[in-house]
C-alpha cells in the first residue's frame, strides 16, 4: 500500500444530483459512512460517501460546525484515487512538520475573549452527551491529564478559531500564505474533520492538523501531521 493520501470532493444535491444517484447505488464500490464523518478516511476504503445526515449521528455536537457553514446539505464525496467527472475541493496526506509553538492556557483564554467569538460559535457546540463526557473523561486519565471538561472544551473551541482568525500559523520569510496548524496536542484538540474537509480553514491553502481522539483510521507518524491541501481556489467567508 502507497503513501496516505485521501482526495476530497463537495458535492451540491442539485447541480451534482445524476451523479450522487451513480454513487448511492453503487454498493459494490462505494462505501457509506453509517456513524461519523471520519468513516471515510480509512486507508482501504477507495470511495467513502458522506450524506449530510451522517453529521447528526454520533458526531452531533462538532456537526454544528457544518451545519452553521455554507456546506450544510452536501455531500462529501472522499476517494484514494481521482475520479473521471469530479473535480475535488482539496487533498489529505501525511507530511513532517515541526510547530513553532503551541497553545498555552494564556493563549486560550485571549483567543476566547476575542469579541468576535460568540457570532461564530455555532448552536449546539457546547452541548456534550453525558456518554461523549465518560469517553472524554477516561481518555484524559489514559493519557495522565488531568483538566475539567471546561478547561478541555476551551482548548477545542480555540482550535477551531485558529482556522478561521489564525493565531498559531507558519508563513515564509517572503510574506507567502498563512498556514495555520493545530494549537495542541490530540489529546487537546476535538473535531479535526472540520479542518480536514474543508467546513473550516477552506480558504487556506495548507493547513497541518493533528488528528483528534475519535479520528483513529489514521496514524501520523512521531514527526507527522494531516496536512490538507487546497486544490480549488475558494474566497473564506469572514465567519465561516
Known sequence: MGAYRKIIHWLHPIEHAEALAELRND???????KRHPCQALYPRREIALVE??????????QGSWYRASRRRGQT????????????????????????PRIATDKDVVEMLCDARVP??????????????VQAIQAY?????MERS????????????????FPRFFVQDDRGGPVIPYSIQRTALVCSACVEIFGV?????P??????????KYVKPGPSEYLRVTRIVTEQEPSQE
Open 206 to 215: 495548507v493547513k497541518y492538523l493533528v488528528p483528534c481522539p475519535g479520528l
Open 52 to 61: 449530510p445526515g451522517v453529521w447528526d449521528l454520533q458526531c452531533l455536537r
Open 119 to 132: 457570532e461564530i460559535l455555532p448552536e449546539g457546540w457546547g452541548l456534550f452527551t453525558a456518554w461523549e
Open 27 to 33: 454498493k459494490k464500490r462505494v462505501y457509506k459512512a
Open 149 to 164: 471538561l471546561q478547561e478541555v472544551f476551551s482548548y477545542y473551541t480555540a482550535n477551531h478559531l485558529n482556522f478561521i
Open 76 to 99: 462529501l464525496l472522499v476517494t484514494n484515487q481521482p475520479l473521471d467527472g469530479f473535480s475535488p475541493w482539496g487533498d489529505l496526506t501525511l507530511e513532517p512538520f515541526r510547530p
Open 200 to 204: 473550516l480553514g477552506g480558504g487556506f
Open 140 to 144: 484524559l486519565a489514559g493519557e495522565g
